[in-house]
T-cell receptor
Framework: AQKITQTQPGMFVQEKEAVTLDCTYDTSDPSYGLFWYKQPSSGEMIFLIYQGSYDQQNATEGRYSLNFQKARKSANLVISASQLGDSAMYFCAMREGYSGGGNKLVFGAGTILRVKS | DTAVSQTPKYLVTQMGNDKSIKCEQNLGHDTMYWYKQDSKKFLKIMFSYNNKELIINETVPNRFSPKSPDKAHLNLHINSLELGDSAVYFC??????????????FGQGTRLTVV
């Protein structure tokens, strides 16, 4: 079964507007961490933001915030005030605490974001 | 200083050859990984090492053999390369096994093309 689902293969957003990238996850582990990474066309993987399963508040990092809805098992990334440099592939990932498999990050299929000027 | 560095960045080779990709991290992390990103951009873990010990082997063909001479290095050797091995291979490291809030730091990737 898919652990991480990103249902939007591609998204467009107008420069300076906000955009939400969807991510749902599947785990029976009570302890897990959720991550978002950005992969620009140059190919490197850039860590953006982290949310722990026990965190009471939604994570924020500058223009990035994570809309964490635990009961729905969703961890959507919100990018505010989009910039042209935000155009990239975005990956949602999860690390489980106690399930077998060690410390691996499991990634979703990614969403390509294009920011229009 | 590059935190996680892997070499080479590009590798073009013929089917049947044997090749290696090297990875080094200077972050003092205990855990290192190899991920494969296919042509559809899907990232899948291949191996994970913690303090030089193999922790994860995700049903990767045994033509792929990781080697960790010390906890700062995790190299990937591939024997008898096949066309389907063409992909981008990422090395990554993270602080400690089973520490939830530690992100993985990725190298810049090695684009392997088998012809």
């Amino acid at each position: 079964a898919q652990k991480i689902t990103q249902t939007q293969p591609g998204m467009f957003v107008q420069e300076k507007e906000a955009v939400t990238l969807d991510c749902t996850y599947d785990t029976s582990d009570p302890s897990y961490g959720l991550f978002w990474y950005k992969q620009p066309s140059s190919g490197e993987m850039i860590f953006l933001i982290y949310q722990g399963s026990y965190d009471q508040q939604n994570a924020t990092e500058g223009r990035y915030s994570l809309n964490f809805q635990k009961a729905r098992k969703s961890a959507n990334l919100v990018i505010s005030a989009s910039q042209l440099g935000d155009s990239a592939m975005y990956f949602c990932a999860m690390r489980e605490g106690y399930s077998g498999g060690g410390n691996k990050l499991v990634f979703g299929a990614g969403t390509i974001l294009r920011v229009k000027s | 200083d590059t935190a996680v560095s892997q070499t080479p960045k590009y590798l073009v080779t013929q089917m049947g050859n044997d090749k290696s990709i090297k990875c080094e991290q200077n972050l003092g992390h205990d855990t290192m990984y190899w991920y494969k990103q296919d042509s559809k951009k899907f990232l899948k873990i291949m191996f994970s090492y913690n303090n030089k010990e193999l922790i994860i082997n995700e049903t990767v063909p045994n033509r792929f053999s990781p080697k960790s001479p010390d906890k700062a290095h995790l190299n990937l050797h591939i024997n008898s390369l096949e066309l389907g091995d063409s992909a981008v291979y990422f090395c990554a490291s993270s602080q400690a096994e089973r520490k939830m809030n530690t992100e993985a730091f990725f190298g810049q990737g090695t684009r392997l093309t088998v012809v």
